[in-house]
T-cell receptor, first 115, second 114 residues
Framework: EAGVAQSPRYKIIEKRQSVAFWCNPI?????LYWYQQILGQGPKLLIQ????????DSQLPKDRFSAERLKGVDSTLKIQPAKLEDSAVYLC?????????????FGSGTQLSVL | AQKVTQAQTEISVVEKEDVTLDCVYE???????LFWYKQPPSGELVFLIR??????QNEISGRYSWNFQKSTSSFNFTITASQVVDSAVYFC???????????FGTGTRLTIIP
């Protein structure tokens, strides 16, 4: 079974530039998550989709971050414009359903460096 | 509010030693789930175990074991006879029915020295 696919693996940009990340979840998984992991910290949820609807985006900085999940499958996360503090690993995860006890499957992440 | 504390930032042990990773959690809900995830150098978090708040039975899976104690709000993880492949960052996490979002601890970096 294929895992969660993410690209690119690494990205280096200058502040105020734009960047986009792509995620393809495990086939059949209804729920997709984007997490931000700053060095030395645990992952923090940015946004959660169930199919193509947003379940939780309370921690997404909406003035600069946006995400979409067209057709309830692939998803893109965009940052425009980037700030230095956005340097982090962006992890995509998926799960069969939604709920407190769901087991999440993670991709390898995109490491973003903002200079 | 919910919170997960992993007080051990880094641990190093010699191969074949046993090691315990500590996790203490806070939640006001009576119904919740606790998790452990492993993050190897490749970056992806790998699910290890899930326990719900009604099941305090401790679990052993091969070289791994988990000790869940509601009285002390702890969910500790022990690796017996550690191996170099166990080197990774380990995260404890919590979610509850009031706030289904996973809250992660800050992680413990475990290094197994050959």
């Amino acid at each position: 079974e294929a895992g969660v696919a993410q690209s690119p693996r690494y990205k280096i940009i200058e502040k105020r530039q734009s960047v986009a990340f792509w995620c393809n979840p495990i086939s059949g998984h209804a729920t997709l998550y984007w997490y931000q992991q700053i060095l030395g910290q645990g992952p923090k949820l940015l946004i959660q989709f169930q199919n193509n609807g947003v379940v939780d985006d309370s921690q997404l900085p909406k003035d600069r971050f946006s995400a979409e999940r067209l057709k309830g499958v692939d998803s893109t996360l965009k940052i425009q414009p980037a700030k230095l503090e956005d340097s982090a690993v962006y992890l995509c995860a998926s799960s069969l359903g939604t709920g407190a006890g769901e087991k999440l499957f993670f991709g390898s992440g995109t490491q973003l460096s903002v200079l | 509010a919910q919170k997960v504390t992993q007080a051990q930032t880094e641990i190093s042990v010699v191969e074949k030693e046993d090691v315990t990773l500590d996790c203490v959690y806070e939640t006001r809900d009576t119904t919740y789930y606790l998790f452990w995830y492993k993050q190897p150098p490749s970056g992806e978090l790998v699910f290890l175990i899930r326990r719900n708040s009604f099941d305090e039975q401790n679990e052993i899976s091969g070289r791994y074991s988990w000790n869940f104690q509601k009285s002390t709000s702890s969910f500790n993880f022990t690796i017996t006879a550690s191996q170099v492949v166990d080197s990774a960052v380990y995260f404890c996490a919590l979610s509850n029915f009031g706030n289904e979002k996973l809250t992660f601890g800050t992680g413990t970096r475990l290094t197994i020295i050959p």
